[in-house]
């Protein structure tokens, strides 16, 4: 098995923040996620106050599966740089964590022939996070009463389903995307939760 324990973080936002947390939660090497509110200045903003946040979704990866560069191309695959939401709130945004992260994203940039500052896609440094109610989180999951009564009924809170690796994965399950079938699965349901 892999240790998961030396994770990188990764933001982004595309859209309604539900559907890519499950999606990118399907991955193998991602092994916790969960959403928020991030790339505005507002303190404590909540679904009904945003203020001026975008829908986020936030990745824990192990670098040593899936790399930044490949989760840029997903982020990509998964939007039109050339467009971009008129509600900030469902913004599509890239929120760099690291310098390491700043210079993937200029050689990924520079390689598709995008210019930085020509794309609508937002790039900002990443200055705070705000998790969403834990409503929003694992979402599919939750409205899955089959998989969310499993939590439930083991006792675990909305803290843990929120960072299990379990839940990361079997949200993506719900939501019909491919889990791979390889030990990073494996890895996750056996940690229990
Ligand atoms: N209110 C929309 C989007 C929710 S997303 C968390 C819906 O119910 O589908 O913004």
Redesign the pocket.
């Known amino acids: 098995a892999l240790n998961h324990d030396k994770t990188e973080t990764a933001t982004f936002g595309l859209g309604?923040?539900?559907g890519p947390e499950a999606q990118f939660g399907a991955l193998a090497g991602v092994v916790r996620t969960r959403v928020g509110y991030a790339g505005g200045r507002k303190s404590d903003p909540t679904y009904h106050n945003l203020g001026d946040h975008t829908?986020v979704f936030q990745i824990e990866y192990n670098p040593a599966v899936l790399s930044y560069r490949e989760l840029l191309s997903r982020v990509f695959e998964n939007h039109r740089p050339n467009y971009q939401a008129s509600k900030t709130q469902y913004q599509n945004i890239i929120l760099l964590a690291t310098p390491e992260q700043r210079e993937t994203l200029n050689t990924f940039l520079s390689e598709r022939g995008f210019a930085a500052d020509a794309i609508g896609t937002r790039i900002e440094r990443l200055l705070g996070f705000y998790p969403a109610e834990d409503y929003?989180q694992k979402h599919n999951l939750r409205t899955d009463p089959t998989l969310s009564d499993v939590f439930d009924d083991s006792g675990y809170d909305d803290e843990t389903v929120r960072e299990s690796p379990a839940a990361a994965k079997l949200n993506g399950y719900a939501s019909g995307h491919d889990i791979p079938k390889d030990d990073h699965l494996q890895t996750a349901l056996s940690r229990t939760v």
């Open positions: 309604c923040f539900w829908e929003h």
